[in-house]
Every structure is written in structure tokens, then in C-alpha cells.
């Protein structure tokens, strides 16, 4: 069994480090290398004095090993392996519903649109006590998809509590394929102006994209929110940059020790989108894929890149599979704008934390707060490929618009109601028995937009609910965080009584800089 291990490593190790074009082979010294690992292994499997668990020793080693590396090189069990592919595939196999843990009880936030939870008359509200009989409060969030996803066609129990029904419902709910959505929102922010979030690219992003794009027919400018987004497929995002680009365009190139520069172009097909000013908005959570997007965006002079610098993840990983249903994700290669800038950002060796930590060095610097303009990197200047400006490398796409994080709205009270759910806890009992009420009252999205605030009553309830759940009133935090606060109030509501883009059309609206900022350039 260890001979089949170690030759299939081997194998994978020659299939990536050879190809036609005469990359470099397995050198002796490294093949010494290997011959240690399989004797050191022989040695504990037939001489240690107690009994070993070997798959964990090995992936053990296997982890360690990549771990000493660059941040992405990865080892990846069986069983995670197929939660990424369901991801990345767009699809998997439940009973179609977006979820929520709040008060240890499973609540339905939406369910799918011609799910098979819709279809049975399952609403956003109920919470789930039952699932095949066996009690389902005070659960963790992560566990929930364990029990509610399944092969299609088998069948889940639930034994529901309803706001406003006496008795607890049952549903029997029949699993099949659930499509995962990477858009967010679409929307005309106005007559002139389109709007559409991507959460992430995976199969399914530039046919979702193209939709989205179809449906604004007359705006002139489109704002793509990349926010958040930490990337995905690379196909995916040369798509959606063909969206935009001129046909043929070069989009990225990849290039490694033992990989030479692959070179991505758009199709040859008409943009959808070609001529109509766009706008790109990023922060320090876009990455990878979102990157490639905004680089080439920027690079060709195509549009405004908005918001803050990205979070600088630039290295290509190949998956090879082990013959146990895992696999090892390794770095072959860094991605390059058209420009030539190198996306990744600088890391040590097998430092992981510090890698990560990234983030709150920004932060602690100003440089996300606008304390301290982030200073441009005179070591590392390109020139657009167009108008010939300046644009700047050494990790990450620096915007042409920053914005910095907008904390004039920030208190200790907003933020132990958001991290203690109470928010969420209060938009969802709002709506407890009084879904219809409000449904009568606002017609539509527009007059809900319109016509909601939280009214002096309701705030006080909010309060009331928060001391419950151990966050103590603090006037002067309410009044710095009202606008914060209504906000995300109103979005949640508006979520639960339509979808997600009316939650985005909500927080955009009245509470995001960046969105107001990607706007204003928008209409310039």
C-alpha cells in the first residue's frame, strides 16, 4: 500500500514537472529525497513499538510538508474535496433553502426559488425543531448542511414551528439538485445606471453575469462589485472579463519555475457590455479571480477601479488528485496583469499567520481606515496599456478611486448587536405573524424603500431585545449608529420579504460609501 502511495506522488510529481515543450525532469538529489520518505515510512509501519494510524501520519506529513510553502499550497481530505467541487460546480443535492442559527434553532431565511422546499409550502421564518424524527435544536451553524443536504431524490422529514400556527407543521420534503448562485444582486441603480454583485466565480458566473447584463438594457454605465469576492475558476474570470474587454484581448498570464507563460485572451466574440463606462468595486476581501478581473479592467483602461487595495492573491494552484478521493492543491505558477504586474503580494515561507495577518496590519496602519493614504510603490510602476498611466505592482490591484472604511458610523453597541445577531433576531420576529400585514402595507420593493424607518417604538423594542441578550443600552452608541443600524434593519426585513438584491438595494442605498463613491464616478 506505501509503494502505491509514494509512486502515485511520484507520478503526479512528474506529470507537473514535465511536459513537450522540455521542462525540467526529476533531479537525482530529489529522487533521493523521495526514496527517504518512503524508508522513513517503511521504518514505522515495521518497527515501531505500538500500533500507527498510517492515513494520519501521512496526511499528517503531507500537510506539514505543503504547509512549509507558499499560503495556498494545500492538502485536501476526501470529504472536503467534494464540498469544494459542489461549490465550484454551482449545484448540490438538499432541500433548497438559505438558513440561519439563531437562538440555537435552524431558521429559513428564503428558500429556492422552485426548490423542492418551496414547492411543499416550507416559508422564510419557520424554524426547523425536526429533522427525521431526531431533535434539531442547538446545532451548530457548519453542521446544519450535514443533515439537510443528501443524494437527489431521497427524502428529509421536518417537523416545523411557524409564527402565528398553534401546532408545529410537518413537511416531507423529496432532495434534488439545488443550483448555487455566485450573483448577488442585479439592479438599475437608475434609468442610466446597472448594478451587479458577484459573490464568487464558479461555474456558473458568466452565464449568471450575461442574465444580469441582458436585463439592463439601455444603462450606459454598470457598476461590477467584486467586494468580498475571494475568486474561484479562472476560465470563469476570463469570461467575465470578456463581458468588457475588446475581443482578443489579454486578459492574465500565468508563469512559473516549472511552468512557462500561458497567455488568457477573451474570446473573439462582441463584448456584451463594450462601450458603456463601468466601474469596479473592490476591497481587501477581493482576490484571486476578482484580481484578474480588475487588473485587466485597469491595465486596458477600461474603467475605474473603486475602493480599497485587494487582498494580493496571485499564485496558481493545480489540483492533483491522490487515488484516494483527496488531493493535494500546489502552486505552479503566479498570475501577471496584461501590464505584467505580478498580483501576489509578498509572503514568507511556511508563515501562515503572518500571511493572514495582513489584514489587520492594514488597518492598524490607516491604510483602511484613511488615517494614511496608502503611499504608491515607486519600486514597482507599470504603465496601462492604453493612455500609458501609471498603475502600481508589489501585491494586489491598487484602485484608482480609494475609499477608505467609513467608521464615523462605528460604536461598541452596533457591533455587539450585529455579532450577538440581535439585529437578525429582530428583522426575523418583526416579520412573526406579520409577514401579510406587511405585504399589504408596501406594495412593492419601492415603497417599502420609500416609506420603512424603524419608528421610536420599534427602536425601543430593538433595545429591549438586545438587554435580553446581554447587550446593554447605550444611548450615545445608538445615536452614532442610527443610520447603521436602521439600515441593516431595513435590509434584513426587505431580504425576508423579497430576495438578496433588495437587501443590497437597501445597505447600497443608505449606508455604503464605497457604493456611493462607485456612483458618483459612474455618472461623471
Not at 260 to 274: D, I, Y
Not at 408 to 421: A, E, F, N, P
Request: proline residues 4%.
Amino acid at each position: 500500500m506505501k509503494r502505491k502511495i509514494f509512486g502515485s506522488a511520484l507520478a503526479a510529481a512528474a506529470l507537473l514537472l514535465s511536459d513537450p515543450a522540455g521542462a525540467q525532469q526529476i533531479a537525482p538529489e530529489q529522487a533521493a529525497q523521495f526514496r527517504k520518505i518512503n524508508q522513513v515510512m517503511y521504518l514505522i509501519a515495521n518497527g515501531y513499538v505500538d500500533s500507527v494510524d498510517m492515513p494520519r501520519l501521512v496526511e499528517g506529513a503531507i500537510t506539514e510538508m505543503l504547509g512549509s510553502l507558499d499560503p495556498h499550497s494545500v492538502y485536501i481530505g476526501a470529504e472536503e474535496l467534494k464540498e469544494q467541487e459542489q461549490d465550484i460546480e454551482g449545484n448540490f443535492e438538499g432541500i433548497g433553502i438559505e438558513f440561519n442559527v439563531l437562538r440555537d434553532t435552524i431558521v429559513v431565511v428564503n428558500t429556492v426559488p422552485g426548490g423542492p422546499s418551496e414547492q411543499v409550502g416550507l416559508m422564510s421564518g419557520d424554524r426547523i425543531v425536526y429533522v427525521d424524527g431526531r431533535l434539531k435544536t442547538g446545532v451548530k451553524l457548519n453542521d446544519v448542511p450535514k443533515f439537510l443536504r443528501g443524494p437527489k431524490g431521497t427524502r428529509a422529514d421536518l417537523r416545523v414551528v411557524r409564527p402565528g400556527v398553534a401546532d408545529t407543521l410537518e413537511f416531507s420534503i423529496v432532495r434534488d439538485k439545488i443550483p448555487m448562485y455566485s450573483l448577488d444582486a442585479a439592479y438599475k441603480v437608475d434609468k442610466n445606471i446597472g448594478y451587479v454583485k458577484l459573490n464568487r466565480f464558479m461555474a456558473t458566473t458568466d452565464d449568471e453575469l450575461r442574465r444580469a447584463l441582458q436585463g439592463m438594457e439601455g444603462v450606459s454605465s454598470l457598476i461590477l462589485d467584486l467586494r468580498g469576492n475571494g475568486g474561484g475558476l479562472l476560465d470563469q474570470s476570463i469570461r467575465v472579463a470578456g463581458n468588457f474587454l475588446r475581443p482578443g484581448s489579454l486578459v492574465v498570464y500565468t508563469e512559473g519555475l516549472n511552468m512557462p507563460r500561458q497567455e488568457a485572451h477573451t474570446s473573439p466574440a462582441e463584448p456584451l457590455f463594450g462601450d458603456g463606462k463601468l466601474v469596479v468595486l473592490v476591497d481587501e476581501s477581493s482576490a484571486s479571480a476578482s484580481e484578474i478581473v480588475a487588473g485587466a479592467v485597469q491595465d486596458w483602461d477600461r474603467g475605474v477601479v473603486v475602493g480599497r487595495r485587494t487582498f494580493g492573491k496571485g499564485l496558481v494552484q493545480q489540483q492533483i488528485p491522490l487515488g484516494d478521493g483527496s488531493a493535494v492543491r500546489l502552486t505552479v505558477a503566479h498570475y501577471y496583469t496584461p501590464s505584467g504586474r505580478s498580483i501576489q503580494r509578498p509572503y514568507r515561507q511556511g508563515d501562515l499567520k503572518g500571511y493572514y495577518s495582513d489584514w489587520a496590519a492594514r488597518y492598524d496602519s490607516g491604510e483602511l481606515t484613511g488615517g494614511k493614504m496608502p503611499a504608491a510603490d515607486s519600486s514597482h510602476v507599470y504603465k496601462t496599456l492604453v493612455e500609458g498611466r501609471a498603475v502600481y505592482g508589489g501585491g494586489g490591484i491598487t484602485p484608482d478611486v480609494y475609499v477608505p472604511i467609513d467608521t464615523t458610523g462605528y460604536s461598541d453597541y452596533w457591533s455587539q448587536l450585529v455579532r450577538k445577531g440581535v439585529l437578525l433576531e429582530f428583522a426575523v420576529t418583526e416579520l412573526d405573524g406579520r409577514r401579510a400585514e406587511y405585504k399589504a402595507k408596501y406594495k412593492d420593493f419601492d415603497a417599502f424603500a420609500r416609506d420603512f424607518s424603524l419608528t421610536p417604538e420599534m427602536t425601543e423594542r430593538l433595545a429591549a431585545l438586545g438587554r435580553s441578550r446581554g447587550v446593554e443600552y447605550d444611548g450615545k452608541g445608538m445615536e452614532r449608529s442610527r443610520r447603521q443600524i436602521q439600515a441593516q434593519v431595513k435590509a434584513l426585513i426587505a431580504q425576508r420579504l423579497w430576495d438578496t438584491t433588495a437587501y443590497y438595494r437597501v445597505i447600497n442605498a443608505e449606508s455604503d460609501p464605497d457604493f456611493a463613491a462607485a456612483v458618483a464616478q459612474a455618472r461623471r
